[in-house]
């Protein structure tokens, strides 16, 4: 069993930056892969960002077009902590994030995880 915990979020001006962290307990994430997703109000939860584990994907990385150039996903499987750097933030930012955790090689999806955090708040406004 494995317990995610994200933290990190906050309010934001536009244009600046957050970085979002997903601690794990119960279990190391080193055969997992990982990624955020995020909920607006009123919308559908999303992809936004994957990595792979590091021994079976080397930590590849997956960011959504809508962040490209702007977020970073990364892992420290020493630290069982998932990543995301968020810079050049603008108001559809606003969210709900959540991290998912999925045994072995392939990404999570909505459909496909194993483990979700309960999600963190990122509000983006002047």
């Known amino acids: 069993q494995v317990q995610l915990v994200e933290s990190g979020g906050g309010l934001v001006q536009p244009g600046g930056s957050l970085r979002l962290s997903c601690a794990a307990s119960?279990?190391?994430?080193?055969?997992?892969?990982m990624g955020w997703f995020r909920q607006a109000p009123g919308k559908v939860r999303e992809f936004v960002a994957g990595?792979?584990?590091?021994?079976?994907?080397?930590?590849?990385?997956k960011l959504a077009d809508s962040v490209k150039g702007r977020f970073t996903i990364s892992r420290d499987d020493a630290k069982n902590t998932l990543y995301l750097e968020m810079n050049s933030l603008k108001p559809e930012d606003t969210a709900a994030y959540y991290c998912?955790?999925?045994?072995?090689?392939?990404?999570?999806?909505?459909?496909?995880?194993?483990?979700w955090g309960q999600g963190t708040q990122v509000t983006i406004s002047s």
């Open positions: 990595i792979s584990w590091i021994g079976g994907g080397g930590g590849a990385t």
């Open positions: 119960g279990r190391g994430l080193s055969s997992y892969a």
């Open positions: 998912a955790a999925r045994l072995g090689w392939n990404f999570p999806t909505l459909d496909e995880a194993d483990y």
